[in-house]
């Protein structure tokens, strides 16, 4: 329910003229609440940001969702690769 | 992500027949400047409070829907962990709240020129909300204008 609570948050910030972007780590339930900007992480529920104190890697997925804030082809959902430094993107429609 | 095959068959059937809401028209707002220069507020689902404000309500029936406000120069570590779902695993967030409200990352991005600014206030939500109608008709305007009262530009949301 987390990812549907998010959802409709970010929803209502962006039609507000704030550009928003959410972590998710159930793309199959993003996919059917449509937020506007999503990362998903390859982690398992309760761990967003990958893993506990470990600051480099929090700070790339942190830098990943901010790389989706310049996105204009919503909604999308990219996909944070740890072993890669690009981000693999597709379109939910 | 999640394997959604690995979890466990009530979550998996839960949210298999779960009348999720769908956005529609999906927004997209245009970022006016560059992230170096932007104040940025995060948002997350975690449940986590500050020292002095209420918990969460586990009694509310279809999910407690309000919020709270976390300074934007607290102490991310002394946040209380209210979250009582178990469909998550609580121990990484137990250990290190960035986890769920990576606010020490964020200052340190500030510290390298890469956003302009970490906002005052974020926000704190339980993410557990079966039944999310007062949370889109009350909480979700208030926090939202919330928000556009600190002139926050980029806004990271943080499901659990």
């Keep these: ?93 | 992500m999640a394997r959604f095959a690995d979890l466990p068959l009530w979550l998996r059937t839960t949210l298999r027949v779960y009348p999720w809401r769908r956005i529609g028209p999906v927004p997209c707002a245009v970022l006016r400047k560059p992230l170096s220069e932007c104040r940025v507020a995060l948002v997350t689902s975690a449940g986590v409070v500050p020292v002095g404000q209420p918990p969460f309500d586990e009694s509310v029936r279809g999910g407690d829907f309000s919020y709270r406000v976390v300074a934007g120069d607290i102490d991310v570590q002394t946040l209380g962990e209210f979250h009582r779902s178990k469909s998550f695993d609580h121990a990484g967030i137990v250990a290190d709240r960035n986890l769920a409200l990576p606010l020490d990352r964020l200052r340190e991005l500030v510290i390298d020129h890469e956003i302009g600014e970490v906002a005052p206030r974020h926000l704190s939500f339980m993410g557990s909300i079966t039944a999310p109608g007062r949370l889109v008709r009350d909480s979700v305007p208030e926090a939202a204008q919330l928000l556009l009262d600190d002139h926050v530009d980029v806004a990271l949301l943080v499901p659990v």
Excluded at chain 1, 5 to 25: D, K
């Design chain 1, 1 to 93: 329910m987390c990812h549907q609570t998010v959802g409709l948050v970010q929803a209502e910030l962006e039609r507000r003229g704030i550009v928003t972007a959410s972590v998710t780590m159930l793309p199959e339930i993003t996919e059917r609440v449509r937020p506007p900007r999503a990362l998903s992480v390859p982690y398992p529920l309760g761990y967003p940001f990958g893993a506990a104190n470990d600051a480099g890697l929090q700070r790339r997925v942190l830098r990943a969702l901010l790389a989706q804030c310049d996105r204009h082809d919503v909604p999308s959902i990219a996909v944070f690769d740890p072993s890669d430094t690009l981000v693999a993107i597709y379109a939910t429609e």
